[in-house]
């Protein structure tokens, strides 16, 4: 469970002004903003407070009423931003989850997320006293609060009666029961229309039916109410290094179409693009980032099997995930501002396109991003390792490209069946793919007149003992294309030669008559790994006209028949 610590910070420009050395240490002081009908309040500092004063006040009629001189100076929302992400960064040596307001706080502060890292200060009683005490020193006046959620140590932090609150896990609901409506961050219309129907405080709304709130004042209301009590989950969203690659764009009208928010991507991926050409670099991971009117953001991540700097590649992305969503989506009011950020790069190269034709990729590189975009989840392949057991010679990875390996690329534009199954390795030679069923039984032949001299560590193919007046078709594979986690058991093996292939066997309840069987394949453990039993394989065809690929498991003694195993079945 999240244990997050809120420090409301109270009139923020203010406080860096004096701070900066911008403005004395005495006196009441004022930041003013332009607003309807001119230059209104926009903080104060406790002595403009005492004064009577207000945010929000026409600053024309405050001079005019009050008797003192009022220092006054313009706001500066960038540098108060500055200021405070340098705060937030400072705070990360209590917790590394420090996370700044955003909107709909409607105020200055930042919010910790400690749990797990309260020990390190001796519990979070002694946490939040140094928290408090730093900041007293550097007189920076801020209110502390510590909860379950986000919502209910802005609450508490922002409404409570003291200005360090500590409340126990899960005890939260009740605090918040009688703080006023104003603490659930609504926005002044929900509060305004709250309050005229008498609902002053938390408790009071809580206690009303869920239906006919919905319906007066909409879902927000039900979300940051839950939000508060827990009921929800809120994630915070921790400040992070500054993206290289991003960019960013704000609608006073806000946005909520499909169509509007892929027309947005491709703009915003066409203002990315020219900074990674310079660099030579392309977009491997894209997140796009959804700013709701009422602070609730929507972050879709985005991966790419390739480096990619195309726009109207990554605006057909973006279509397909947000056509997966759907409804899912929830553009409530509409997105005001919609950022796009490429979190991961790659190395990529000029290519040499048709002229006046748009930049076509990789098509299983498309198709594979594409898929992954409309099923939600990442696409997996089959990568080999360094393994002659068949069973251990592949495994699944990410669907990616590693733009460094040329290796890589090379396999990708001539794929190998048997290579993607069964990584063989010749001695002292790199990996390579298997002989076609043509070629295999070119090398069978002279093994035929020599007899079977199976070689340690390595992979050898055999005359077959059983020979049938048809051979192994040649539009088969050497190797089968469903190979089963582990080999299945062959009972009631009945062989005419001992270090043949069956000529008859029970394999799931049935019995199984060879007409036709080619080897021994001869496959023994890595000499790396602890040494075992080699494996004779076989490609047999049934009477049934069913195709397998079965081994026996170490070389046949008297008086100890040799175990057999099917390991994979032949289209």
Known sequence: MPRIVCVCLSHWPVTRLRRAGLAPDRGPLAVAAEGPGGLRLLALDPEARALGLRPGEPLGRVRARIGVPLQVHPADPESDRAALLRLCRWAEGYAPGVAPFGPAEAADGFYIDVAGASHLRGGEGPLVDDLAGRLARSKIPARIALADTPGGAFALAGYGTSDRVIVPPGGAAEPLRALPVEALRLDPGTVSGLRRLGLRRVGEVDALARGPLARRFGEALLLRLDQAMGRRPEPLAPLTEEAAYRAARGFLDPIGRQSDIVVTARLLMAEI??????????????????????????????????????????????????????????????????????????????????????????????????????????????????????????????????????????????????????GVRDQGSPERSHPSPGSLREQISPARERGPEPQPDSCESHSPLTRAPTSWPDHLPPRPLVLFPRGEAALDVLSTVPEGPPRRFRWRARIHAIVHAEGPERIAAEWWHAPGAARDYYRVECAAGRRLWLYRDGPHAPGRPAAWFVHGVFA
């Open 273 to 422: 693009a020219p900074r990674l050409e310079r660099e030579g670099l392309g977009a491997c991971a894209l997140r796009l980032v959804l700013h709701r009117v009422d602070g609730v953001m929507r972050v879709l991540d985005l991966g790419l099997s390739r480096p990619e700097r195309c726009p109207e590649r990554v605006a057909a992305l973006v279509s397909l995930r947000l056509d997966r969503l759907g409804a899912g989506l929830d553009a409530g009011f509409g997105f005001e501002t919609v950022a796009l950020t490429v979190t991961v790069t790659g190395a990529l190269s000029a290519r040499q396109t048709e002229l006046g034709a748009a930049p076509q990729g990789d098509g299983i590189d498309a198709l594979a991003d594409a898929l992954a975009q409309r099923l939600g989840r990442p696409l997996l392949r089959l990568g080999a390792r360094a393994s002659h057991i068949p069973e251990r010679a592949d495994h699944t990875l990410p669907w990616t490209l590693q733009c460094s390996d040329s290796a890589s690329r090379k396999s990708r534009r001539a794929p190998s069946p048997v290579r993607e199954r069964v």
